[in-house]
């Protein structure tokens, strides 16, 4: 059986730049500042929710792209992957977030602003 990525017809790692962009803009979506967009990223129970909400709006994917798959559009299959998959902004998990914002983040964003340095 064909891999997600395979029937979008990209590679793996395409895939997972996909898979980090929308992580990305879930939690970016989610935040007040950068340093809580910061947290939210970096909390493994709140990438592991987003993954198993990927995987299952995923699943129901796979099934609706079985009538599709011999056309061997991969650019089709690909934009079809991004609408079923946006509806992850609209899943949250309340607990998880005040968990996540509880992460004390040692290296933030503006230690490591090198606009920020004097000389």
């Known amino acids: 059986m064909k891999t997600i990525y395979e029937h979008m017809s990209i590679t793996q790692q395409a895939y997972n730049d996909l898979l980090w962009k929308l992580y990305f803009k879930y939690c970016d979506g989610q935040s ?9 990223l970096a909390n493994k129970k ?7 909400q990927i995987t299952g709006l995923e699943v129901d994917l796979i099934e609706e792209m079985q009538p599709y798959v011999h056309l061997k559009d991969g650019p089709a299959m690909t934009k079809l992957w991004l609408k079923h998959t946006n509806v992850i902004h ?8 005040q968990q996540a914002r509880k992460l ?7 230690k490591h602003d090198l606009r920020l340095i004097q000389n």
């Open 32 to 40: 007040h500042n950068l340093n809580d967009l910061q947290r939210l």
């Open 46 to 52: 709140m990438y592991r929710f987003f993954m198993v």
């Open 90 to 97: 609209g899943y949250y998990n309340d607990a998880l977030k």
């Open 104 to 110: 004390t983040i040692i290296n933030t964003i503006q």
